[in-house]
C-alpha cells in the first residue's frame, strides 16, 4: 500500500473518531478559559489575556445554520485538510528545493 493511501485511511479514522470529543466533560488541549489559567498557574498569561477580541473561523467547532454534531464534524474535516495541506506544501517545497 502506497504511503498517501496509508495517510488518507488515518486521516478518515481520525474523522470518525471526533465524537469522541462530544461526550467527554473536560475540554480539549489547549482550550482552557481564563478562569483554568487564574486556578492552574495563578495568573493569565498576557496573550491568552488579550486574545479575548480574536474572532474565530469557526468558534465553538460552530458553523451557522447547522447542528453542533455537524459543525463538529465540519470543523474536524477542514482542520484536518488544513494541516495536512500545510504539510504537503512544505514537502513540496522543500522537495523542490532538494532538486535545484
Same mark, same amino acid.
Given at each position: 500500500?502506497?504511503? %498517501?493511501?496509508?495517510? !488518507? &485511511?488515518?486521516?478518515?479514522?481520525m #474523522? !470518525?473518531l471526533?465524537p469522541?470529543g462530544?461526550i467527554?466533560?473536560? $475540554?480539549? =488541549?489547549?482550550? =482552557? %478559559?481564563?478562569?483554568?489559567y487564574?486556578?492552574?498557574?495563578?495568573?493569565i $498569561?498576557? @496573550?491568552?489575556?488579550?486574545?479575548?477580541?480574536?474572532?474565530?473561523?469557526?468558534a465553538d &467547532?460552530? #458553523?451557522k @445554520? !447547522?447542528?453542533s454534531?455537524?459543525?463538529?464534524?465540519?470543523?474536524?474535516?477542514?482542520?484536518?485538510?488544513?494541516?495536512?495541506?500545510?504539510? &504537503?506544501?512544505?514537502?513540496?517545497?522543500?522537495?523542490?528545493?532538494k532538486?535545484?
Amino acid at each position: 500500500m502506497r504511503l %498517501d493511501k496509508k495517510i !488518507l &485511511y488515518i486521516l478518515f479514522a481520525m #474523522v !470518525l473518531l471526533v465524537p469522541l470529543g462530544l461526550i467527554t466533560e473536560s $475540554p480539549a =488541549w489547549g482550550e =482552557w %478559559d481564563n478562569a483554568y489559567y487564574e486556578k492552574a498557574l495563578g495568573f493569565i $498569561p498576557k @496573550g491568552i489575556e488579550n486574545a479575548k477580541g480574536i474572532k474565530a473561523f469557526m468558534a465553538d &467547532y460552530s #458553523v451557522k @445554520g !447547522l447542528g453542533s454534531v455537524a459543525g463538529y464534524y465540519i470543523s474536524a474535516i477542514v482542520g484536518a485538510i488544513l494541516v495536512f495541506g500545510i504539510f &504537503y506544501i512544505i514537502v513540496k517545497v522543500k522537495n523542490s528545493a532538494k532538486h535545484h
